[in-house]
C-alpha cells in the first residue's frame, strides 16, 4: 500500500505506533521506575552507610574483647599476692614424693652439693612422706597449713620467700636437718642408698659429720668407700615438727665381713706356724710372735705339741687406722710336752699335759690396701 501525499506532495509521516515501548535486550538493568537504559548500561549505585546502632555494637564487641584480653595479660603477668600457690605446689608435690617438683617452688638456701637429700633418687626411697594438708590461711610471706604425716596432724607455718621476678617460694628456713656422724672418719655416708660424700680433713666440719636439709620422711642411713669397714644401720626421721632429725646417735664404725674374715684367716696362718715351730720356752714363744703358745715352765721342756680343741672367736676394734684384736668367747687348747724333773747332768724328763685357755690377740693394719697381722 503506497503512502498517500499532502497537498505539497511531500509524503506524510507515519504515525508512531501505540502501547508501550519494546522491552529491554537480554541481560540490561532497568529500574522499575526508572528512565530506561540501554542495554549494558547500569544506573549509579547510591553509598551505603552502617546505622548507628550497627556501630555502637561493633565498638562494643571490641571494647569486650579489648578487656578481656587486658584481664588476661594481667592475670598473666601480675605476680601472686601471697604465697598460697607455691605452697600447695609444695605440699602435694610431697604427698606424691616429686622431689623435683617440691624443689622448683623452694628455696633451700644451700649450694648445690648439700641439697644433694633433696633429689629424686634419694627421696624416692624415703618411708613416711607426709599423708596429706590443708591450706588453712595464705597471708603474704605467711602460710599457715594443717599438715598430717604417719597418722598425726600438726599445724605448720611456711614462711615464704620472694625472688626477685616476684616469683613465691618456700623459704629455707622451712626446712628439716639430718645430722650425718660417726665415730671414726669415713669417706662416705650413704642415705637410702645414695653416696653423700664425707668431708676432707681441714673442712670446717668437724670430723665426719654432716648437717643436710631434707624433706619431711623416713631415711637410712649409712657409709661407704672402704671395704674394711661398715656401720649398723640408722634410720632417721625428719618430721613435720622437728628441725633437725630425732636421730642424734652417731654412727658406729665397725670391721666389714671382709675383714673379719681376713683377719681370721692370718690368725689360722699364725697358729700353724707356732703349733709347727712349737717354741719350747716362754722367751721362744714371745720372740716368735707366738705369744698364744707359752709355756709357763721354769723347767726346760721338750717335744712340745699343741692342739686346739675349740676355736676361740674375737672382735676388732678401731682406734685411728689400727684394728686391735680382742678375745670374745675363750677357746680350748690342749699342750702336751716332757719337763726336766733332774738337772742338767742327770736330767729325768716327765711327760705333762695341760688344757688351756686359747686367746687371740694382736693388731690389724691396713697396708697398701691389704689387711695385715702384727702379734704382740
Not at 40 to 61: E, W
Not at 326 to 349: F, H, I, L, M
Request: hydrophobic content about 35%; overall charge neutral.
Amino acid at each position: 500500500m503506497e503512502n498517500p501525499s499532502n497537498a505539497n506532495n511531500e509524503p506524510r509521516p507515519m504515525s508512531a505506533p501505540s502501547g508501550p515501548p519494546p522491552p529491554p535486550a537480554y541481560g540490561a538493568y532497568q529500574h522499575p521506575n526508572g528512565p530506561y537504559q540501554q542495554p549494558g548500561t547500569f544506573p549509579p549505585q547510591p553509598k551505603r552507610t552502617l546505622s548507628r546502632t550497627v556501630i555502637i555494637a561493633i565498638a562494643a564487641g571490641a571494647a569486650v574483647v579489648l578487656a578481656a584480653a587486658t584481664v588476661g595479660l594481667v592475670f598473666l603477668f601480675t605476680p601472686a599476692k601471697d604465697g598460697g600457690t607455691a605452697a600447695t605446689t609444695y605440699f602435694q608435690a610431697l604427698v606424691d614424693g616429686d622431689a623435683k617438683k617440691a624443689l622448683s617452688v623452694s628455696d633451700p638456701g644451700v649450694p648445690e652439693n648439700e641439697a644433694v637429700l633433696l633429689q629424686d633418687n634419694v627421696y624416692k626411697e624415703a618411708g613416711q612422706h607426709i599423708d596429706g594438708f590443708r591450706i588453712l590461711e595464705s597471708k603474704g610471706e605467711y602460710v599457715r597449713a594443717e599438715v598430717t604425716q604417719n597418722g598425726r596432724t600438726q599445724e605448720n607455718i611456711l614462711m615464704m620467700t620472694k625472688s626477685p621476678d616476684g616469683e613465691w617460694k618456700v623459704g629455707a628456713k622451712n626446712f628439716q636437718k639430718i645430722r650425718l656422724s660417726s665415730n671414726r672418719p669415713v669417706k662416705t655416708f650413704t642415705v637410702n642408698g645414695v653416696d653423700v660424700a664425707a668431708p676432707e680433713s681441714g673442712s670446717s666440719l668437724t670430723g665426719s659429720q654432716l648437717l643436710l636439709p631434707a624433706f619431711p620422711g623416713e631415711y637410712k642411713l649409712g657409709i661407704s668407700g672402704d671395704k674394711y669397714t661398715t656401720v649398723e644401720e640408722k634410720k632417721a626421721l625428719v618430721s613435720i615438727d622437728r628441725r633437725i632429725s630425732d636421730t642424734s646417735e652417731t654412727l658406729k664404725v665397725l670391721p666389714s665381713q671382709l675383714l673379719l674374715d681376713e683377719t681370721k684367716a692370718l690368725l689360722q696362718k699364725k697358729r700353724d706356724a707356732c703349733i709347727a715351730s712349737a717354741p719350747a720356752t716362754t722367751t721362744q714363744s714371745f720372740s716368735s710372735g707366738c705369744s698364744g703358745f707359752n709355756l709357763y715352765q721354769s723347767r726346760p721342756t721338750r717335744n712340745v705339741k699343741w692342739t686346739i680343741d675349740q676355736e676361740p672367736t674375737f672382735t676388732l676394734s678401731l682406734s685411728k687406722d689400727v684394728w686391735y684384736i680382742q678375745s670374745e668367747d675363750k677357746g680350748k687348747a690342749t699342750v702336751s710336752y716332757e719337763v726336766n724333773r733332774g738337772n742338767e747332768a742327770t736330767p729325768k724328763w716327765e711327760p705333762h699335759v695341760e688344757v688351756r685357755e686359747a686367746r687371740v690377740s694382736g693388731e690389724i693394719q691396713i697396708v697398701d690396701g691389704k689387711a695385715t697381722l702384727k702379734d704382740n
